[in-house]
């Protein structure tokens, strides 16, 4: 009898804590979420309802009118091509010099090693800020001020260290027995590296890819210090601006920060299972 | 792989690493990553320190003029409230992050329905631009449109706008930042946390330790190495903070970073003390670095 009570006593609290829990996660989701759909309605809402006290909590009066105004700015259109060929670039670059250093460091034998890995670690420490004049006055001496290089160059090398520790990582779990295999059958080190590993380690070279894409693309310093032209100028520089470009246009402001940030919102719904083993490959192992 | 370069003590390094063609190999590899990183990170911070000593404009190399430009930047008003700014910026965030995060990963610990959404939502606030987030939250603050600053003069927090008022603007970025980087936080330490082995509890709980003896004898020791590298992260990230103070305060809230911007990128008369300040923040951020590695015995070889 005393038993049964107990265990009833133990099933009814467990199905509190858990109602609990998933009362907990709720409100954990909502609040990270929250700021990008209260964001949202204050693009598709018209003017009027936008400035109402109190305001609506559910869209009422629907406009399309910010979205379309945005959207058709040549300006904003000129930036999201801007954002992309800068984060493109430099993805493409890091993975590429990136990947040959990282495979050197998973899989070959030299003195240094430790030395190297700690010399791009410590660039992940490196307050960026601290180097941006001399680059600035070495940009405007070789003429690349204000155009996608000067910007593409600085991202890759504060991107490549994170290019090269996710690699590095996700190299290290691939089988070593496969590449010794090729190279008994007489491969040499790159053919192993090009025939064996790239296509066993595709999955991580394309996380890695997503979380390189990312960085550049949401980098802001850089190119708010190098780039003044607008014809170069990527959205992060452009969107903080429209304030001052339309004065009080906060409904456009809101429709221009939702359009940049929903390809990212859904590149992560997408990929969130490899993302969060990326993000956290480095950290554990490290 | 044993190859021919078995011991031959003394014979000089050189010749054995770049005798082997597989270490040779290595050096090739890794030698371009390394360059780029040389020449565009560690040469410019050397020539950043030349500067700071020099009376140089954007334009003109200058003399040498000594510790002048540190002794302007140290007077310098802005840079005081900046540095303040950074400090109290970086502990507040830092430990709220890790407070809730370790909160929240500690809950989420465990098998349950939702796994991936709750994931999903986590990376949510992770993946916007800083930028973009502080301008978002501008928004949401904004007198006569903004839903937190309607709220916050409703329930009586706030007489004034948040937004003109630079302690409150100080305690919102704050905020935001708790809210964009806790997620990731947790995210972190619950890595940290699966690698603990289930049985470790069983046996603590077997001889009977309670929920509190089992979390600091157990939980935190273990995961001393995953709370140090996050902390350290988050740290040096925060200290260095730039787009959410340059974007949500529109340029009225300093830090060590917009002042090094001011001087260097706007106000041309500021470049002294803005190199300076440059020089400054590489220099602390390299001694908070420093003492969590030998103080708090961080571990830091990816070897292995």
């Known amino acids: 009898m005393a038993s049964a009570t107990a265990t009833e006593k133990g099933a009814g609290r467990s ?76 993805t493409v670059i890091c993975l590429f010099f990136g990947s040959i250093a990282a495979y050197a460091i998973s899989r070959l034998r030299f003195r240094f090693k430790g030395t190297v890995m700690t010399l791009i670690l410590a660039i992940s420490f490196f307050p960026a800020v601290a180097i941006i004049a001399p680059l600035f006055i070495q940009y405007t001496q070789l003429g690349i001020i204000d155009t996608y290089a000067s910007v593409i160059i600085t991202d890759t090398v504060f991107a490549l260290p994170l290019t090269i520790w996710l690699l590095v990582a996700f190299f290290r779990e691939l089988p070593v027995d496969l590449e010794d295999a090729a190279r008994v059958d007489g491969a040499t080190t790159i053919q192993a590296f090009r025939k064996v590993i790239v296509p066993l380690a595709a999955p991580g070279v394309f996380t890695t890819a997503i979380l390189t894409f990312i960085y550049a693309w949401n980098e802001f310093l850089f190119a708010n210090t190098f780039l003044f032209d607008e014809n170069t100028q990527p959205v992060t520089v452009v969107i903080p601006n429209f304030a001052t470009i339309y004065t009080v246009d906060y409904g456009a402001q809101a429709a221009a920060s939702v359009i940049v940030t929903v390809p990212l919102v859904i590149l992560v719904l997408i990929f969130q299972r490899r993302i969060v083993s990326g993000l956290t490959a480095g950290a554990v192992k490290g | 792989m044993t190859t021919a370069s078995t011991e031959k003590k003394g014979r000089g390094w050189f010749k054995e690493e770049f ?17 780029i990183i040389m020449v565009v990170a560690f040469f410019p911070i050397l020539y ?105 003069e409703t329930i009586g927090l706030v007489s004034g706008p948040v937004l003109s008022d630079p302690a409150l603007l100080l305690i919102a970025a704050t905020l935001i930042d708790v809210w964009k980087t806790t997620p990731f936080m947790a995210l972190l330490l619950l890595a940290g946390l699966q690698v603990i082995p289930g049985e470790v509890y069983e046996a603590a709980r077997v001889d009977g330790a309670n929920v509190w003896q089992r979390f600091f004898r157990i939980t935190l020791p273990l995961l001393k190495g995953a709370i140090l590298v996050a902390v350290l992260f988050r740290t040096l990230d925060a200290y260095r903070v730039y787009d959410l103070f340059w974007a949500f305060g529109a340029r009225e809230l300093q830090s060590l970073s917009t002042y090094v911007y001011e001087g260097v990128r706007i106000s041309q008369l500021q470049f002294g003390p803005g190199n300076a300040a440059a020089v400054f923040i590489f220099v602390t951020a390299f001694l908070i670095a420093l003492f969590f590695i030998k103080v708090l015995g961080m571990q830091t070889s990816a070897e292995e």
Do not use: C, H
């Open chain 1, 15 to 90: 199905a509190l804590n858990m109602v609990l829990f998933y009362v907990f996660l709720v409100i954990f989701v909502f609040m990270s979420v929250f700021p990008l759909l209260w964001v949202f309605k204050m693009s598709i809402v018209t003017k009027t309802e936008l400035y109402a006290t109190p305001p609506t909590f559910l869209p009422q009066n629907i406009s399309g009118a910010e979205w379309a105004q945005v959207l058709g700015d040549s300006t904003f259109q000129k930036a999201l091509i801007n954002s992309s060929i800068i984060a493109g670039v430099t």
């Open chain 2, 19 to 35: 005798g082997n063609p597989e270490r040779r190999a290595a050096y090739y590899m890794v030698l371009p990553s390394l360059l």
């Open chain 2, 48 to 152: 950043g320190i030349v500067l700071s000593l020099t009376d140089s404009t954007v334009t003109a190399f200058g003399s040498f003029v000594g510790l002048e430009n540190y002794t302007e930047m140290f007077q310098d008003p802005d840079f005081r409230v900046g540095l303040f700014n950074t400090v109290i910026f970086t502990v507040a965030s830092v430990t709220l992050e890790f407070v809730i995060g370790l909160a929240i990963a500690l809950a989420v610990n465990r098998a349950f329905r939702g796994r991936g959404l709750v994931r999903a939502a986590i990376l949510v606030p992770w993946a916007f631009p800083t930028v973009i987030s502080a301008v978002m939250w501008r928004l949401m603050f904004q007198p006569g449109i903004g839903i937190f600053q309607y709220l916050a």
